[in-house]
């Protein structure tokens, strides 16, 4: 009876251990990759034409800073782009293949629609 008693023991310090261990783990994962996830920051905002261009500022942890620029329509992200040129055109694509080109300096839009059937 004493040696069953001691195994119990044993098991349920065993799988104390190790359930503490695999939280502490996931928490020290969980710190770690929150202290090397990029950081995000809205700069600046254009609305043009029922769009909504959002350029943020970013850093990661290692690298210098990055600019992209993300386009929305009713706070639904379309498509972005990873960095902004020196020129006030920037250029979209929509789910459907259409180019949409906005001058931000301007503030217009226009569309250019995809043409033709796929060539394969």
Known sequence: MVVRKKWKALLWT???LTVVGIAGWYLFLSFVSAAFQEKCETVKIWEIEGYEIREKS????AGPPWS???LYQKDTEIDYVNYKTDSCLVEFTTEIGNTLQFDLCEEKMTEKKKTGANNI
Not at 58 to 61: E, L, N, S, T, V
Request: aromatic share 20%; proline share 10%.
């Open 14 to 16: 065993v799988a104390s």
């Open 58 to 61: 970013c850093i990661g942890f």
């Open 68 to 70: 992209p620029i993300y």
